[in-house]
């Protein structure tokens, strides 16, 4: 199904199609209108080989997603396949903000204090799903929401499409496509995607906070694939120090142990996690 059927009106299951929120190599997110109360966002995923049917996979995947429950998760709430154009879909809960990387667009880099109060949370919600063996694979600016509504909490974690589990990819993973954003990809993602563990998502995150912190990515100036793969894997991720003066040490420090290029010798998600509460000024954080 070609996205450009997917117009304001069309029904895809029982939703009815509102507006595109935004489109990606994974398919594209739509506000939708529910039949069972407010707005959703749907995602109409693309599928290497919908012309055979969907992946039997997926109804099996998004069971997975489903089962993932933490605030800073946002949640699948629904799932199925397109009865007329068998296009598998997610319905997701519909949150009002901005994403991280729109925000620094807006702003300019994150305080500190900011950056180290959005990692614990975004530790957390890993944590969650990497306990129910789900991987995310693709942390990234994009992919973390800041919603205006502060119960919500303080960020939430988007897009887990290209997780392990959910392998809608597989036909894409074979061919040898890269999958992730290679600004943030761990090195091991670069060298084999499929094989990638919850390591992979701690290097992305912390790649991601560092990006929050300094206002840019380290490696924005390259643009060429073999260039960035390269350089990730063959020097360390520059120290926060040397791209923001005033970046505190012991924050500094942090990110550097979660940015080891080998995953061996990377902080895992405890460590990190442990080091950035050290690093937090209140002591409500320390202790929670």
Known sequence: MHHGKLRPGTRVGPYELVRMLGEGGMGSVHEARSPHGPNVALKVVSMPNVGNG???????????????????????????????????????EMLEGDDLAGTIERTGRLASEVVVAIGIELLDALAHAHERKVVHRDIKPANVFLPRDRARGRAVLCDFGLSKRTDLVVSLTETGALLGTPHYMSPEQFLDAKRVDGRSDVFSLAMTLLHALAGANPFDHLVDHAELMIALCTKPVPDARTLLATAPADLATALAGALVTDPRRRSDLATFRACLLYTSPSPRDRTR
């Not at 969907?54 to 009865?83: M, N, Q, T, W």
């Open 54 to 92: 969907p992946d039997p996979r997926f109804l099996r995947e998004a069971e997975v997603l489903r089962s993932l429950s933490h605030s800073g998760i946002v949640p699948v709430l629904d799932y199925g396949i397109d009865a007329s154009t068998k296009v598998p879909y997610l319905v997701m």
